[in-house]
Each structure stands twice: as C-alpha cells, then as structure tokens.
C-alpha cells in the first residue's frame, strides 16, 4: 500500500485528486473488508482475509496506475531511494523549509536499514519517547507505545497509544497498561539506554524504538523538540545536573521558546467561570481564541483578514502544514502527544490540543459537536493548549509572564552571562515602570512629542497646534511657553519611573504638519483660538504642507529654524530633573537629538542646551545636575562622518528605522508595493525593516562605531529602531561592541536572552 | 581599519549558497553490529537521522538495526545531474546490501530467509513528515512464504 503510493504515484509525479490518491482507494478497500467481517480494527482480519486483499490490492495498483506492482526486490530498493531523493523537492518539503528557514541546498540522505517489526504478535511493540517530558520539562522518562503495531502506527494518531510507565500517563490513557508492566524486561533496558543517550548527547533526546518478540531495537535517537516551558525547565535542570555550563544552558532556549512564555493565556479568572466542552490532550503551550475553521485555506484567508482562527481537523497531516502555521490554535479529535499535529505544534510554541476524541466533526456540513452544542464555521472558541480543554465562545485573555519562577531565574542566568545593557522604548511614566518589570536597565528611547498622541493628548495638543500655525515668533513664544509645564510634567514622571536607570530623551522628531488638525470642527477651534480667519487658517496650514515630509522639516532642522522650541525642551528637561534631584531622585538625563547629518547641527542645538542649562542650575541652586548630550544616527551621512560628529556628541543611538529607509531610499511606509517581489525573485533575502541588513546597513553602522570610538574611546553606543528586539540585530550589536539596545518593553526579556546567547556563543568559541 | 573589517563581513554574508561540487568521497556508510563508517558529528553528510545512527551503533554500541546511509552529497547529485545517481553508487549499495546481509544472516530477495529493509529520509534538519518514508523493501510473492515460516506468523506478513 505506501509503496503504491509513494513510489509509483508521488515519485512519479502523479497528482490525483483529493480523495482519490491510491493510497485513498486502498483505504478504502480495507474499510470496506472491515466493515464486511464486522470488525474495526485492522489486527482483527484473519490471514486468508489478508491475503485475498492483497491480491486485489495488485490488482487494483495496475489498474489506477497502469503499472505492474514492482516483484523484484532491488527494483524495488531503487524505487524506494528515488522516491525519498525526489521527495526532498516535494511541494511540501519546499514549505517546510520555507517555514522553518532550511537551505533549499542541502539534501537529504537516504537511510536503508533492516525491518525489525513491533506488530509481530503480543511480544512487539513499537513506541516513541522523550529522555524527559517535552510538555513541561519535567525530568522523568516520558513516552508512548503501542503493542503489535509498527512505527507509523504510534505518529499517525490511528490507535490511542498507551504510556510508558506513570509519569507518561494522563487523563486519557491512565486505563491503559504501561510498559513497564507489559514488557519489564524491555523496558528496563530502554531505560538504562536512554539514561546513557542522554549522558552522551547532553540534551533531551527523540528515541524511537521497536521490540520485535522481546528484543529491544533502537530506530532512532535525535534532539527533542520541546515547548517554551519545558526548554527552560530542562537548562535550568541541566545546568543544575551539571550536564551542561552555564552558557550552553542559556542557549538551549530559543528566543521563540521564551517568546511562548510570553504568550498570552486565558485570564485565569475568566477560565474557572467557564466550564470547558471537550477535553484533548495538551500538545501545544498557551492560550488561543479565535473563530472556528475546518480547513488550511480557510485559516490562511481569516490570517490574511488579520483574524484568530482556531482550525479544527480529524487528524492534520503534513499538507496541513501552512493551514497550522496560520492558525492563531489547532484543536484534532485524534492523534497522541507524538503525533504530527502535536510535533508540529511543540515545534512552533503554537497553541494545540489533539486527540480530543468526544468532537463530533462533520467536515461536509462543516460543522462540530462539542459539549452538547453545534458549532459551525465562524464560531468563537477558547483553547487553553497548557491544559487541553476546550472553552465555548471567546474568553477573556491575559499576557503572560509574570509570577513565573522560571522564567525569572532563566533570565537571571542569562543577565550573567551578557555583557550589553538592555533598555526599553518607552514614552510614559507607565510605559516605564512596565518595561523595568520585563527587566529593563533604563530608556534608550523617550519620545518627547508622545505626549501629543493618545490619552490625555487633548490639551497640549491644541497648544501645540497653537505654536504650528502661529503667525509671529511672539505668538509662537507665547504657545510654547504654555506647552513647558505639560513637557516638565511628563517628562519628570518618566524619569522618576525609571530612576536609577537612565532615560535618553529625544527631542521634537516628527514634521509639523502632522499635527494640523484635519476635523473641520478642530479648525474652527484653533482659528477662534488664534483670532484669525478660517481662510488664514487654511493659508498658514497649506504653507506647512511638503511634498516628500519624512524628509523634509523634522527633526533636528526644527530646533534649527525655531531655536526656542529646543530652548523650551531643555529647559523641561533639566527643570524636571533639578526637581528629581531635589527630591532625592537619580537624574542624569541624557538628550538626544534627532536626524542629524552634520556635526555643525549638533555645535548650535549644544550651545542652546548649555545656556539653558546654565540658567536652570543658577535658578534652582541644584549643583550636581549632570547631563550628556548625544546624537541619532539615522541618516548615512552622519554615519560616514561619525568621526566628526562624535567630536560633538556624548553618544550615538541608531535609529535602524530610518537608516535603513535612507540607506535603501525605500519608503518605509510604501514598500508593500515592491517589497514582495524583491523577495520572491531572490533580489533581497528578507525584509531589511524586519531583520537589520548586516550587509549594507550594518556596514554603514560597523563604520560609524569604529569611527566614532576612535575619536572618542568611551563613545556610548546603542540602538533604538525595531531591530533592537531582533534576535539576529541584537547579536551583531553585541558582536560590533554596542553598549545597549533598546526595544519596546514586551520584547525586553527576549533582547535580554539575545544578548546572552551572543555573549555565550563568543565564550564557547574561545573555548574550543 | 575600519574598512577593513567591514569587508570581512560583507564577505562572509555575501558568500551565495555553495554549489556542492560532486565529490568522489565516500557515497555510503555503514552502520550496524557493534559498528559504523560514520559517527554523530557527520550530520551535513549523514543528515540528522544517520549520524546518530552511526552513534548509537558504533560509538555507543547499541541494539541498532543493520544498515546504510546514502550521503546528502548523493541528493545534490541526483538534483544537479537530471535525477541520476554517481556511477559508484550502484556498487556501493550492493557492497553495503552484503553487510547487512552478513550481519542479520539474512538475504535480500531469497525466498528462505529474506531481508526487509525500510527505506527513509533524513536531512541536517528534522523536517518532520516532510519526506518520503519507504517499509518492507523487499516483499514480494516469492519471499512473502520464506517470511511466513521465518516468523510462523502468517497474518504478521500479510499485515505489511
């Protein structure tokens, strides 16, 4: 039956369709055999039973196929290895490696090993197991098993399988006998093999076995996959075991295990008010909410509609695979913790239950019974993956990571092995004190004309408004003098939220147009405000209006055309942290300014901060009022001048967003148009905005940090776009000897391993 | 300086994906019986699955089934010479088909007492049910009897 089916049919490039593949009809076949001798399981048919359908399978193969089935067994060696080579470029394999990043180049190999069979009667059996518990971490032998069947049988999710011994055993198989009660003998041997795997391999082992009429065979040993918990469970266990250093521990989670740490899950309270409606298998961490679909390219078009979907299936099997991936949670009615739905899952850190046997699916009306009740396409369902049960409608979710013990002495361990600080962006006393929870060691990045968006906006925001479209520099003085105690204000909470770590402001950045009001009835406020006419309102709006405005007046070209907006920073700044300081508060604020592309630019905003200063420290008598004054480098010029403009600044920050925007002239906000084609023909590798472009980018930044050093060795360096919650950009700022990155609060702790693993790979390296 | 370490970089990344030139090493590597041509760190040849193969059975020395790996370098081979194998190749698998045979005690095609070989992928990285997985190689009419009164299970051999 697989020979047909993969051989002579998929190697042979034959693409039947759905339904109706050999492998389909021979099924079938087989079923209906079943169904005429009354029984449902395939062990069940007698000998003379199976023979005939052999013979009609020949049969049968000849007739869809319209070839003989091979008889000679080296014709039937070759085949096999052809089919395993051809499979390597299969439509699925390709997705895969899609997927998962794997070279398109490197081949598979081909291994022919002897039969040995775990379905020869009683005394076989073929099971699968882990050296420890890949759902949770815990470090006990962990594995199923399935007596007189093979291999397949156990993945396939056809029969329930049974556990290994107590610490296998869960809620759906607790009545199945284990192996260490079926086969001691076996079993004990297995046992002292995967304690030696483990020793050896030093990491949690993938052990699939056969015992073929009580001997014990080993099929296969591979490193396990394992979900975020359990990864984190298993370093901190290792470590303690001293079966690994301090640093390989640190890299035995992925920043995407530790991500699944930090996943969302179901609002505890919202959980033990609701009562679940079916019950499977936990095979996948998390929490998952979404809206029910019953197949892949359903889950794929609610994904690209920027919608949860929860895809339901029997069982999934490999050309599910992009279906899964789009899947906010996967729920299957068959299949164990091994089976490929569970595997896939674990791999990913994606929410899963599988073998959640009491669903009623009904995959033509698309429709599934749980709990009593009729669930059609579209419905909301809560997953909870950690625990395996099924909740109706769409519970309350909740971001997760705090209170986990774990996690926190994971990333204890990591903090002792990196040597590059971690800040956060952050723009509110709230965002701040938000971001030290994630264990952030100051701000890299505080946006100063943040308190123009969002809650509480409204009032300096219209006397922002006020100093745009003003119609004299008096006028203008006279509106950023009433926007200074909102700036002090904010900016003083935020430093008091992060005090004692640092907090780099950044001045004014974004074009001023942008903050005209668009609301007719918003104009007509403001114009009243100003004593002017809705016509000279209009006027003075479309004399701020520019064609190209990410390059155009923004910036540090604002503080250059209106010097008394720098002035009123400044003196926001350092009034707030005079006060700080006053108060026994840690204040050294370090001010950044914004878009700079010559180090003249940074000569004038510097004369004004001095002055300011000055007038600040004689007006509040605060001595130790200490202050640096640094630059972004975000425009290439700056970077290739880095020389020169580290002469002037106290620090450099690099803003990756714009550098890139300028270094590639790709607009950032426009590159959907021509974005995706550059990577589908293979122009770009990735998306430069997505993952920093090591390459061109990186150069330009690799040039500014020695340029820069050389000019002024303790330059303070770091990074302040997207890219400083990259995993791959944080590794080349530690490798280019950054100072710190900083990222948005919740990608913190992932920066925080990154960094860590950067810092181990080097230590392990010297090593070797 | 400067530039010169930014070049060195740019370098290393620029590098485009090796074309793999056909070697004439070594194409297939045994392992089994207490022994193995490979061993666990020969994965980018091997592929994961049979460089721990090769482990357990030579360095370990476990109860590993008799076999052979047919390197990745065959695959780029067969992928850049229009799905045809390296000349030896034929040779080679018989050679390593004979071990096998010497160590099971247990020939290929006979209809006393005949060999079953499974016949899986296995690349660097797992790529789980991606691939083409290949049983009971070797079973046919003539040695489904030889089989049968191997085993003195008839249902057992039917089954497969």
């Known amino acids: 039956m697989m020979y047909s089916d993969v051989v002579m049919e998929k190697a042979a490039g034959i693409e039947p369709k759905d339904g109706e593949g050999i492998r389909k009809i021979l099924d079938g076949k087989l079923a209906d055999l079943k169904k005429k001798l009354g029984v449902t399981d395939d062990t069940a048919i007698t000998a003379e039973e199976l023979k005939k359908l052999c013979v009609e399978f020949k049969k049968t193969v000849k007739k869809v196929l319209g070839k003989e089935f091979p008889d000679d067994p080296s014709e039937q060696l070759w085949g096999a290895i052809g089919a395993v080579f051809a499979s390597w470029n299969g439509k699925r394999a390709i997705a895969y490696r899609n997927i998962e990043n794997i070279p398109h180049d490197w081949g598979t190999a081909v291994n022919v090993q002897t039969m040995v069979f775990g379905n020869m009667g009683e005394n076989s059996a073929t099971g699968v197991a882990f050296t420890r518990n890949p759902g949770n971490g815990d470090s006990h032998f962990y594995g199923e098993y399935l007596i007189n069947a093979q291999g397949e049988d156990v ?57 073929e009429n009580g001997v014990l065979w080993m099929l296969q040993c591979r490193v396990g996959k394992r979900n975020g918990t359990a990864a984190v469970q298993m370093a901190l266990d290792m470590l303690k075991e001293r079966l690994i250093n301090k640093e390989t521990a640190v890299l035995r989670v992925t920043p995407a295990q530790l991500g699944e740490l930090l996943l969302p899950a179901i609002d505890p309270k919202a959980e033990a008010n609701a009562k679940p409606i079916a019950k499977g298998l936990p095979a996948g961490p998390g929490g998952a909410c979404g809206v029910i679909v019953f197949n892949s390219d359903d889950a794929i078009k609610l994904q690209e509609a920027g919608k949860n979907a929860i895809l339901i299936r029997e069982e999934t099997n490999p050309e599910d695979i992009e279906g899964m991936r789009a899947a906010a949670g996967i ?50 369902i809560t997953l909870n993956g950690t625990r395996g049960w099924v909740y109706d409608g769409a519970l309350k979710m909740l971001e997760a990571g705090e209170g986990n013990k774990n996690l926190a002495a994971f990333l204890k361990l990591a903090d002792s092995i990196r040597t590059m600080k971690v800040r956060a962006n952050a723009d509110t006393a709230e965002d701040a004190a938000n971001a030290r929870k ?7 990045l505080f946006r100063i004309e943040h308190m123009f968006y969002g809650k509480n906006s409204e009032a300096p925001l219209f006397i922002l408004r006020k100093m745009i479209l003003a119609g004299s520099e008096e006028e203008r003085k006279a509106a950023v003098a009433e926007l200074f105690p909102f700036m002090k204000k904010s900016i003083k909470a935020t430093i008091k939220a992060m005090a004692p770590y640092s907090v780099t402001i950044r001045l004014m950045d974004p074009p001023l147009h942008e903050f005209v009001p668009t609301l007719p009835a918003k104009q007509q406020e ?39 907006i720098t002035e009123m920073q400044s003196r926001a700044i350092f009034e707030a942290a005079a006060e700080l300081i006053k108060e026994g508060v840690k204040a050294v604020p370090e001010v950044m300014i914004p878009l700079t592309c010559d180090v003249n630019e940074i000569v004038k905003q510097k004369a004004i901060i001095r002055r ?35 002469g002037e600044a106290d620090f450099f920050s690099f803003g990756t967003n714009d550098l890139t925007q300028m270094t590639f002239g790709f607009s950032r906000d426009d590159i959907g148009s021509f974005l995706p084609e550059y990577l589908k023909q293979g122009i770009l590798e990735a998306d430069p905005f997505q993952t920093l472009d090591q390459r061109g980018v990186g150069m330009l930044i690799q040039h500014a940090v020695t340029e820069g050093r050389e000019q002024k060795p303790n330059l303070k360096v770091g990074i302040c776009g997207e890219h400083g919650g990259d995993p791959e950009s944080v590794e080349f700022c530690h490798r280019e000897g950054f100072s710190y990155v900083s990222c948005s609060a ?23 | 300086m400067a530039q010169k370490t930014a070049k060195k970089t740019a370098k290393k990344v620029v590098k485009p994906a090796a074309k793999k030139a056909v070697k004439t090493s070594k194409l297939v590597y045994a392992f089994g019986g207490g022994r193995a041509d490979g061993n666990g760190k020969m994965k980018e040849l091997l592929g994961g699955k049979g460089a721990n193969l090769a482990e357990m059975a030579g360095q370990l020395k476990l109860p590993v089934p008799p076999g052979f790996t047919i390197t990745t370098e065959v695959c780029t081979y067969y ?82």
């Not at chain 1, 994630?438 to 890299?444: K, L, M, Q, R």
């Not at chain 1, 630059?631 to 290739?640: H, N």
Request: glycine fraction near 8%; include cysteine.
């Open chain 2, 79 to 160: 992928w850049n010479n229009k799905k045809s194998y390296p000349k030896t190749l034929k040779a080679d698998v018989e050679a390593n088909l004979k071990k096998v045979e010497k160590i099971t005690k247990k020939e290929f095609g006979s209809e006393k007492n005949p060999l079953l070989v499974s016949v899986r992928s296995g690349a660097r990285a797992s790529m789980p049910g991606m691939m083409e997985t290949i049983l009971n190689i070797g079973l046919t009419e003539k040695t489904i009897p030889g089989m049968i009164a191997k085993t003195g299970y008839e249902r057992f051999v039917y089954d497969a």
């Open chain 1, 526 to 564: 403001l114009a009243k405000a100003l004593k002017i006419s809705m016509a000279t309102f209009q006027e003075r709006a479309a004399g701020l209006h520019e064609v190209n405005p990410m390059m155009g007046h923004r910036g540090i070209r604002l503080g250059v055309t209106y010097p008394e």
């Open chain 1, 746 to 768: 919740f990608r913190v702790p992932i920066a925080r391993l990154a960094a860590a693993q950067a810092a181990a790979k080097e230590v392990l390296a010297k090593k070797k």
């Open chain 1, 331 to 380: 729920l299957t009615q068959r299949g164990g913790m091994t089976s490929h739905a569970a595997l896939v899952a674990r791999g990913w850190g994606k929410c899963c239950i599988v073998g959640c046997s009491e669903l009623e699916l009904d995959n033509v009306k698309k429709t599934v019974k749980m709990g009593g009740k009729t669930y059609k396409q579209g419905d909301s």
């Open chain 1, 155 to 211: 993945v396939a999710g056809i029969r329930t399988p049974s556990p290994m011994n107590k610490w296998s055993s869960n809620a759906h198989s607790a009545h199945l006998p284990t192996l260490d009660k079926t086969m001691p003998k076996a079993y004990k041997e297995l046992d002292a093999i995967q304690k030696r795997l483990e020793k050896h391999f030093r990491d949690m082992l993938d052990i699939e076995f056969t015992i």
């Open chain 1, 612 to 646: 300011v200063y000055e007038e600040v420290v004689a007006k509040t008598k605060v001595k130790k009022l200490n202050y640096s004054v640094g630059t972004m480098i975000e425009i290439p010029r700056a970077a290739v001048l880095a020389y020169e403009v580290a």
């Open chain 1, 438 to 444: 994630f264990g952030a060691e100051g701000i890299g």
